[in-house]
């Protein structure tokens, strides 16, 4: 089964500063990747995803991923973060053997950022 | 375009007693997946539909059942409940195989 692991369960980061969420995943033959943010009393929301093609994949607010197959990772990164990005954010892996259509999620990074 | 939808927002039930948490998917989504986030225990995959049937489910007891509806919305029902129910329940819709959309998920606690 597929597993998926955040290194670090929280970040502390000031304001202008790059950010790097860690990521590696279970190695699988077919897998999709992707990233989400759940901001306090909210659900979730999709930042980026990776099916196929590049392996740097851009999202929204700023956000961009590496794929790197060889090192089964899928690192989240933002060269420059703002207040408004403190958040948690789950990195997910779809597993698409026998059909079993299901996202297995890490257990969350929580960004804060520091003024 | 009007996102995944999700009702209530908030549910307070006593042990023992059965919740029903309801989702609307986006338009043209035939699946519809529901999620735990429980407290220390991260977000778990409960169950999958799509065109009405359900497709796959994860490590949960038969109390937790559901159902999809013809128009797509579905029904999360969680029968006999225990204090440990106490979660978030997000809810999300996808086209066939394709990116998952969260809803902003009903808050269930048990007392």
């Known amino acids: 089964a597929q597993s998926v692991t955040q290194l670090d369960s929280q970040v502390p980061v000031f304001e202008e500063a790059p950010v790097e969420l860690r990521c590696n995943y279970s190695s699988s033959v077919s897998v999709y990747l992707f990233w989400y943010v759940q901001y306090p009393n909210q659900g979730l929301q999709l930042l980026l995803k990776?099916?196929?093609?590049?392996?740097l994949v851009k999202g929204i607010n700023g956000f961009e991923a590496e794929f790197n197959k060889s090192q089964t990772s899928f690192h989240l990164r933002k060269p420059s973060v703002h207040i408004s990005d403190t958040a948690e954010y789950f990195c997910a892996v779809s597993d698409l053997v026998q059909g079993a259509q299901k996202l297995v999620f890490g257990q969350g990074t929580r960004l804060t950022i520091n003024p | 375009e009007a996102g995944v939808t999700q009702s209530p927002t908030h549910l307070i039930k006593t042990r023992g007693q059965q919740a029903t948490l309801r989702c609307s998917p986006i338009?043209?989504?035939?699946?519809v997946y529901w999620y735990q986030q429980a407290l220390g225990l991260g977000l778990q995959f409960l169950l999958w539909?799509?065109?009405?049937?359900?497709?796959n489910r994860g490590n949960f007891p038969p109390r937790f059942s559901g159902r999809q509806f013809p128009n797509y919305s579905s029904e999360l029902n969680v029968n006999a409940l225990e204090l440990e129910d106490s979660a978030l329940y997000l809810c999300a819709s996808s086209p066939y195989l394709e990116t998952q959309y969260f809803g902003p998920g009903t808050r269930l606690l048990v007392l």
């Open positions: 539909y799509d065109e009405g049937e359900e497709r």
């Open positions: 338009s043209g989504h035939t699946s």
């Open positions: 990776y099916l196929s093609g590049s392996t």
